[in-house]
Each structure stands twice: as C-alpha cells, then as structure tokens.
C-alpha cells in the first residue's frame, strides 16, 4: 500500500473523528484490494507478453524466418536467443 493512500486515510479519518478500528478496517480493506489489483495486473501483463512470444512456428519459404497468423519475424539462434532472452525476463521483471 501507497503512504500517501495510508496517510490520506488515517488523516482523514482522524479528521472525521472515525473510531480507531474503523480507520483500521478500512485501510486493511485498501490494501487487500490494492493487493488483488497488483495480482490482476501482473497476470495480464504476463499473458500479454506469453502471447507475444509464444506460438510462432517455422516459415514454410524461409526457414530462417518465423510465422504467427499473418506476421513473420526473422529467427533468432544461438548465442543471439540467449541475449534476446535474458532481455526479454529483464523487461517482464520491470
């Protein structure tokens, strides 16, 4: 959960003269949802990305070439595909 999120709350229910558990319940209840939220999202992102490189089979003209649907894209071997690949985890870590 965000400080800013949680201090918003707890000043503003100081404010409001809110009980103490009340506060407490709701930024409990903000930070599950925010929890939820970070998980659903990181989920799509990843399907998303496993789309993208996923699927793609050899191009029946050019073998150094791959297809996907109406894409093609060049292959990438050897030493290359480890770099492309250790780029490709650093970016879904970001």
């Known amino acids: 959960m965000s400080l800013r999120a949680a201090f918003l709350i ?12 009340v506060i407490l319940v709701v ?7 925010e929890y939820v939220d970070r998980k659903i999202a ?7 990305i496993d789309y993208h490189l996923s699927g793609w089979q050899p191009y029946d003209k ?3 070439y791959e297809e ?3 894409w093609t894209r060049l292959r990438i071997e050897g030493s ?3 770099i492309v690949t250790r780029v ?5 870590e970001i």
């Open 68 to 70: 996907k649907r109406k």
């Open 10 to 21: 707890a000043t503003g229910g100081a404010a409001l003269r809110v009980p103490l558990w």
């Open 27 to 33: 930024l409990i209840g903000y930070g599950v949802c």
């Open 80 to 82: 290359n595909q480890v």
């Open 88 to 92: 490709g985890n650093m970016l879904r």
């Open 62 to 64: 050019d073998p150094a």
């Open 42 to 48: 990181d989920k799509a992102r990843n399907k998303a």
